[in-house]
């Protein structure tokens, strides 16, 4: 298995700055991407930012030029660095890794969260 435990939430204003970060535990070996969600009241969960272990980062439009996504190997932790918020990044963000177990040719694949940390960007 892998945990996913997220820190970094919080209350800003506007314009403000706000950093996250998802520490992974247990078969880490395994992962291949990782990425953060976000799901507003009332809204599905979207993908904000993603990264994989060969290409770079991608980015939501929405985020584009304000949000960094980036990865530190060695200490299994993936962040999320936010700036400029605006309201509409109220959310809960949640940390995903995508991990695959197995053979190369036949592989089994598995989707983990963690338990998600709640950004509220309010005046």
């Known amino acids: 298995q892998v945990q996913l435990v997220e820190s970094g939430g919080g209350l800003v204003q506007p314009g403000g700055s706000l950093r996250l970060s998802c520490v992974a535990s247990g078969r880490t070996r395994s992962i291949d991407a990782m990425g953060w969600y976000r799901q507003a009241p009332g809204k599905g969960r979207e993908l904000v930012a993603g990264?994989?272990?060969?290409?770079?980062?991608n980015y939501a439009d929405s985020v584009k030029g304000r949000f960094t996504i980036s990865r530190n190997n060695a200490e299994n932790t993936l962040y999320l660095q936010m700036n400029n918020l605006k309201p509409e990044d109220t959310a809960v963000y949640y940390c995903n890794a995508h991990a695959s177990f197995g053979p190369v040719e036949a592989p089994m694949e598995s989707d983990y969260w963690g338990q998600g940390t709640q950004v509220t960007v309010s005046s």
């Open positions: 990264i994989t272990f060969r290409d770079g980062p």
